[in-house]
């Protein structure tokens, strides 16, 4: 047992010494990776697909994701920024920019509201015709 636990930290010390050289943190990396999971893709809000926010609203469920080095991840990981977006049929999606649509949701917390930045990294919804 004592050898097993010197084994284990001469590995860890060696990993540690091999990220300071190259100058990346990679153990840190490594360890909030394993921790977030995959991302999840967010989608652009599109009417054609999604319907339009004032008949389909209050099909859409608000939820919060967390943005995470340009990515977004369901659950929270410390330096990660709050984001509310909206889910619908276990796709995410950001809300309307329309600017009737503000506050005119009272589920939605808009202080948490997707940013410009939000906006730009949505991904294109992929052409499949008719909304899910």
Known sequence: M?????????????????????????????????????????YGYQAGYWGDWRTSLSLWSPVVVYEYNGAYYPQPVRGARRVEVYQYHGQYFMPPQDHDWVHADKRFDYKHRPSGQDYARARPRPDHGSHP
């Open 2 to 42: 004592r050898v097993s636990a010197i084994v284990v930290a001469s590995v860890v010390a060696a990993g540690m010494g091999a990220s300071a050289c190259t100058g990346y943190g990679g153990t840190v990396s490594y360890g909030v990776t394993a921790q977030l999971g995959p991302p999840i893709d967010v």
